[in-house]
T-cell receptor, first 114, second 111 residues
């Protein structure tokens, strides 16, 4: 089975711009979770989508949004970028059901905001 | 507020020694527990999970779970320099719909 893929792998934007990141989960997985990772804050949970519905949400401002398509692919959007949004953005896929529901990570998108 | 705590390290051990990584969690109803390894600049990769009290072994790795003490640990036997990484503990909420990660422990295995 192919793993989790994320595009693009690297992105450079300037303050005020917006960005869209994409994540394709493992085949058959219906849950996609997004995380932000910075050296100071560790892995911070953004949100989780399951069957096209946001099921869980972390404590991030509304500038961070996401969606999931019928094929389980997910996109994350950040509007009005700030310098502090520079981070590694990781998505993780899982079946979304049962326990343990193991998450598998993609390679991440490294976003730099100038 | 669900919390997962780990010593940030760095934890330094000599090559061939046993490395012991610890994690505590606050939600007593948590059911499943995961250990991930993350090399610098890379994404986390799953090492193993555990959901029953006791020990679970997989090669050089042993996960230990004590739900009464809300404590989970990872032992790495015969540590190698290639084990040098950050180890993340993650806890799956009772409803199975939420993961909470600890801050990670940085392990350094010295040749």
């Amino acid at each position: 089975k192919a793993g989790v893929t994320q595009t693009p792998r690297y992105l450079i934007k300037t303050r005020g711009q917006q960005v869209t990141l994409s994540c394709s989960p493992i085949s058959g997985h219906r849950s996609v979770s997004w995380y932000q990772q910075t050296p100071g804050q560790g892995l911070q949970f953004l949100f989780e989508y399951f069957s096209e519905t946001q099921r869980n949400k972390g404590n991030f401002p509304g500038r961070f949004s996401g969606r999931q398509f019928s094929n389980s692919r997910s996109e994350m959007n950040v509007s009005t970028l700030e310098l502090g949004d520079s981070a590694l953005y990781l998505c993780a896929s899982s079946s979304g059901q049962g326990a343990p529901d193991t998450q598998y990570f993609g390679p991440g998108t490294r976003l730099t905001v100038l | 507020q669900k919390e997962v705590e780990q010593n940030s390290g760095p934890l330094s051990v000599p090559e061939g020694a046993i490395a012991s990584l610890n994690c505590t969690y606050s939600d007593r109803g948590s059911q499943s527990f995961f250990w991930y390894r993350q090399y610098s600049g890379k994404s986390p990769e799953l090492i193993m999970f555990i959901y029953s009290n006791g020990d679970k072994e997989d090669g050089r790795f042993t996960a230990q779970l004590n739900k009464a003490s809300q404590y989970v640990s990872l032992l790495i036997r015969d540590s190698q320099p290639s084990d040098s990484a950050t180890y993340l503990c993650a806890v799956n909420a009772p409803d199975g719909q939420n993961f909470v990660f600890g801050p990670g422990t940085r392990l350094s295995v010295l040749p």
